[in-house]
């Protein structure tokens, strides 16, 4: 029975090896934050961080998980979250929400590695996570904002 | 999408007929009669009844509950319409909690939907202004009488304001939770004073969204994230065809896989019914179903297409004419004949359609979604499990998009739950989940359309004839709401934004065929209007520069009767810095401006046309809505639709090959994505007019305006969307 390491709580998980990270998440433990969206990794929906990097969960199979602490959008914390969050709410980005988790783990993640990221790093960082309600213009400026904030 | 000025009218009469299952799905024989109305604008005061007990609460702690009676699926209805009550109420912002309502029509109708409640044609701020400003002003008026009991003072010397009751003379105060308990018992006044604009302390300011902090710390619940005591998940397998049903299935191979409880048939296809959704979905890939297709739509979507060509000989239905425009064409000096196709387009919301149903221990049931149209999925589920409507009780949750894609005539998803539920036996709760591909290749999409234009001008350049013929599918006839919707064969949500056209032309026809293919359509974001206004505007910049005339001088020389259209192209044009000239190689600006659902929007895109593609550099819109209740939240809605609608205009198609739909998932049905969005500046038109909504407005002006820049930039007309250059030279 895999062990899973979730926002800092250790959960013995009666799942298969092969199930993916994301029902895990959400069918087992009741974590709801994570989202699924597409199931291929083609919209980040999913993603949360291992060990502080983002991966996308409906990709990552719970037995490959191993020791790797799991961080979802209920768990996140420290400064870059918190600036991230405040930016979000700031500017008032979200519309439905439904892919803001993912895009906030993944900016979170942005931030984590790059202080201070350029329009072409947003690009890069953000292009895999979908805003079917186009969001994304108040996703940069937040991003932006955090950055400021940070600094 | 649904105008009916019936305000608390007629009940919803649900036929006890029974079900009419066919094509796979199922239909609940009702219908709605109610007389449409084409003002988008609401009910006005005088008609709408003071109802501060169905609207609000005041705790004791002093939060300000708005029940909210339309779904918020992002469009930011739960933050607007809790600022109309809160500014009449005197609410301070920080009190002001939301509850979603539940189903009741008699309470909770959509009064431009008759008696329906439901959410769509962007009429959620438009029918409830009235309606929230009276109860806020009505709980307002409780409070202080309840004061000025207390206190012993004249009624007309009490005040409020931010969230407290004040008596000035004597300096008294009290918060709104140590008034409400007693104020609530006193009688409801009928015809409660509304503030005067110059009083309002939120409407038309930035306040913050309400659902901003619990969507950004993953505490939202949305139907797919209920988890109900021993819910157990279901998938369905569905025909891939679409009015395929059934022939035979062999299950034995899904009921091994570990996780799998049951497979169940229901009229929509075969249910895999598991512990989790991943169990589900490995049950139903080990799941041989064999389809009967004696009934299916078998074509491709080219063929389908190629029937329309042909029907679009005719003249078909007239929807509108006035003169006689073959006879004023046979006089043009220049005459311009155009075909313009829109294909198959999916919702694709992130949210994938889903569902949580069971029954409760008084044998009624209890349904959690994300819901559209709750009187007709109410009464729809209730036939099915052989119950009153209002033994099914549905609980709202934030809706991840819609589109359009979750109101349903039908209740298609919603019914399909019923059954599931009903053919698992009723023990546990059914936590229906489509995936992305069942999502996506489930039908429901906005038709395929053909329209066909034979316009003309004189020497001057003046129209002298515009003679309009287009074939698609109807959405509304087979529904409840034909009836109320359907004229003489003419559906108006297929044909709006062009039959009415605003322009002032001399001969004028519109014809329409309806379209008779098996494929299920429905409204997407802003129905017709996502095809007319793209035919319409981009063929009146055809003439416009056949004309030699600069294209907003030339639309604005058609709009004199239309001051509210001018108004918004004339402010977009302007803060663009509106030139038709190409801005350098390969880069120019395009104009569009069209009404939509009562609003009226101008949008110029500033876009580069090369071989890499089309580039959207930026957007400059204008709008005009009326009161802006939350400019904020408008300019979101226009930003929204801007990154929405691209991709349709880009690149996004469903396709049929043998009546299958190849598109699946994102990647090959891809939304816009970060690098593509393109600056959007939204200018509002200051206005004391009703307010009308902007759900969908933002949307139909955006494909024209890139492919008149398109045009612009490379002297190509991309009249097909989406637009494709690659036959383009020197693009």
């Given at each position: ?151 | ?51 501060p007990n169905?609207f609000v609460r005041i705790a004791p702690d002093d939060t300000v509950t708005v029940i ?14 809790a600022?109309?009550l809160a500014d009449e109420l005197g609410a301070a912002w920080s009190q002001v909690r939301t509850e ?35 109860a806020g002003a009505a709980a307002r008026e409780m409070l202080m009488a309840e004061a000025a009991f207390r206190w012993?003072?004249?009624v007309?010397?009490i005040t409020v304001a931010d969230g407290v009751v004040r008596h000035?003379?004597?300096g008294r105060q009290a918060r709104f939770g140590e008034l409400a308990a007693s104020a609530a018992s006193l009688?409801v ?12 302390t939120l ?7 309400l ?521």
């Open positions: 029975m895999p062990k899973l390491t979730v926002n800092g709580v250790t959960h013995e998980v009666d799942a298969d090896p092969d199930m993916p990270l994301l029902w895990v998440l959400r069918d087992r433990l009741d974590a709801t934050g994570t989202k699924y969206g597409c199931g291929i990794a083609q919209c980040g929906a999913c993603t949360v961080h291992l060990d502080g990097q983002p991966v996308r969960s409906c990709q990552t199979k719970v037995g490959d998980v191993g020791t790797a602490r799991v961080t979802t959008i209920e768990g996140v914390s420290g400064r870059v979250a918190e600036a991230v969050q405040a930016a979000w709410r700031k500017l008032d980005v979200v519309q439905c929400g439904y892919c803001q988790s993912g895009q906030i783990m993944s900016a979170i993640g942005l931030l984590s590695g790059n202080a201070k990221p350029s329009d072409t790093d947003i690009d890069g960082a953000m292009d895999g996570n979908i805003c079917r309600c186009g969001t994304y213009q108040r996703i940069r400026a937040a991003i932006h904002e955090a950055a400021r904030d940070l600094a | 999408m649904l105008n009916a000025r019936r305000p608390n009218a007629v009940p919803v009469r649900p036929s006890r007929r029974g079900l009419l299952a066919g094509a796979g799905a199922i239909v609940v024989a009702f219908r709605l009669d109610a007389k449409p109305a084409r003002a988008a604008a609401g009910p006005d005061l005088a008609s709408v009844k003071a109802q169905a909210i009676k339309h779904l918020d699926m992002g469009q930011g209805n739960t933050t607007g319409l600022t109309i979603f309502a539940p189903a009741d029509a008699t309470l909770y109708n959509n009064s431009l939907m008759g008696p329906i409640q439901g959410t769509g044609g962007s009429t959620a701020v438009a029918n409830s202004w009235f309606q929230l400003r009276k012993k003072v004249p007309a010397q000035a003379p004597s009688p006044p009928s015809e409660p004073r509304l503030k005067d604009p110059s009083e309002w409407i038309g300011q930035k306040v913050p969204r659902d901003s902090v619990a969507k950004t710390n993953g505490s939202a619940i949305y139907s797919l994230d209920i988890r109900r005591p021993n819910q157990v998940t279901a998938v369905v397998a569905r025909a891939p065809r679409f009015g395929a049903t059934v022939k035979s299935f062999d299950a034995a191979a899904a009921r091994k896989v570990a996780g799998v409880l049951d497979v169940v048939q229901v009229p929509t296809g075969v249910a895999v019914i598991a512990r989790d959704t991943w169990a589900a979905m490995k049950g139903r890939e080990a799941l041989t179903v064999a389809w009967d297709d004696s009934t299916a739509e078998t074509r491709s979507s080219e063929a389908i297409l190629a029937e329309y060509r042909e029907r679009a000989k005719g003249p078909g239905l007239t929807a509108s004419e006035r003169g006689d425009p073959q006879a004023a064409l046979k006089g043009a000096a220049t005459v311009i004949e155009a075909e313009f196709t829109f294909p198959y387009l999916a919702h694709a919301a992130m949210e994938p359609l889903n569902a949580t149903i069971e029954r409760a221990a008084d044998g009624g049931y209890d349904v959690y979604g994300g819901f559209q149209f709750q009187t007709v999925e109410q009464a729809t589920m209730a036939a099915i499990l052989g119950v009153t409507p209002d033994r099914v009780r549905l609980h709202s949750n934030w809706a991840g998009g819609s589109f359009g894609r979750r109101a349903t005539p039908t209740a298609d998803y919603l019914a399909e739950a019923a059954t599931v539920l009903k053919a698992a036996g009723e023990k546990a709760p059914i936590h229906l989940v489509w995936t992305r591909e069942d999502d996506m290749a489930g039908g429901y999409y906005r038709p395929t359309v053909l329209h066909k234009v034979r316009a003309g001008i004189d020497a001057k350049g003046a129209v002298v004839g515009w003679d309009h013929v287009m074939v698609g599918k109807s959405i509304m006839i087979g529904s409840p709401f034909e009836a109320m919707i359907v004229k003489n064969g003419i559906d108006s949500t297929t044909v709006e934004g062009a039959s009415d056209t605003p322009y002032a032309l001399p001969a004028y026809r519109f014809g329409v065929h309806n379209g008779r293919e098996g494929v299920p359509v429905l409204w997407w974001r802003s129905v017709g209007h996502t095809h007319t206004a793209h035919v319409m505007e981009v063929m009146i910049d055809e003439l416009a520069h056949a004309a030699d005339v600069d294209p907003v001088a030339y639309r604005l020389s058609l709009l004199a009767q239309a001051p509210r259209l001018a108004g918004v192209l004339k402010l977009a044009a302007d803060k663009a810095g509106w030139t038709d000239k190409p801005q350098e190689k390969g880069r120019g600006l395009g104009v569009a401006v069209h009404e939509s659902f009562g609003s009226y929007v101008a949008m110029v895109a500033d876009v580069s046309a090369q071989e890499a593609g089309i580039r959207v550099n930026r957007i400059v819109a204008a709008v005009d809505v009326g009161v802006p209740v939350n400019p904020d939240v408008i300019r979101a809605q226009v930003e929204g639709a801007v990154g929405f609608a691209l991709s349709a205009v880009l690149r996004n198609r469903i396709t049929l090959k043998d009546g299958q739909v190849q598109e699946h998932n994102f990647d090959a049905y891809e939304p816009t994505r970060m690098s593509e969005m393109p600056q959007v500046a939204v200018h509002i038109v200051p206005s004391q007019a009703a307010p009308t909504g902007i759900g969908e407005p933002g949307v139909p002006v955006l494909a024209p305006a890139i492919a008149n820049a398109v045009f612009s930039a490379t002297g190509q007309r991309l009249r097909a969307l989406p637009l494709d250059l690659s036959g383009v030279k020197g693009a």
